[in-house]
């Protein structure tokens, strides 16, 4: 319950998310979500900015984005997008185990409609390392994508009813 608390106040008050072109407050239902999922997997908690170790990259995208559109409040480990192109906005967070202080990453994605006591995610999977690393949306089909800065990174593209992961290396 304290990290769900915690993820919840957190969310609610200082972390903007990005949804398309704009910046946008996850709703209610959304943080809800989180904050559930959260409480009933103690051993995760979210990334944050400290665990990014990338202030200057963090500025830097907020002022200039990752295609040139700036992106106020930037956050490197959440994300709010239409994901699944389907007018309901999605949710995408990084979390990380609570005893692995190594920086290893989890992406954990929420497809919306958001609300009532369901929104179990429809992808958990290895995200890679936190350390210089962020989510962001790819320019065109605005997925989110997630890796180092100012570089490709890995895709999380919509499949079924959960996500694949293309690193473009496969």
Not at 38 to 47: I, M, T, Y
């Amino acid at each position: 319950m304290r990290i769900a608390l915690i993820a919840a106040a957190v969310l609610a008050f200082s972390l903007p998310f990005r949804a398309n072109a704009t910046t946008s407050v996850p709703n209610g239902a959304q943080r809800a979500a989180l904050a559930r999922w959260l409480d009933r997997n103690p051993q995760f908690r979210l990334a944050t900015e400290e665990d990014c170790d990338c202030g200057d990259d963090i500025q830097l995208m907020r002022r200039s984005g990752p295609w040139g559109e700036p992106v106020p409040g930037y956050v490197p480990y959440a994300l709010v997008g239409d994901f699944r192109r389907n007018g309901q906005s999605d949710l995408a967070v990084v979390v990380t185990k609570v005893d692995r202080p190594d920086g290893e990453a989890m992406l954990v994605i929420f497809d919306g409609p958001f609300g009532g006591a369901g929104n179990q995610p429809s992808f958990i999977g290895q995200a890679g390392l936190l350390a210089h690393e962020g989510l962001s949306l790819t320019q065109q089909e605005k997925l989110p994508i997630y890796g180092a800065f100012y570089s490709e990174g890995c895709v999380f593209r919509p499949k079924g009813s959960g996500y694949v992961k293309d690193c473009g290396d496969d």
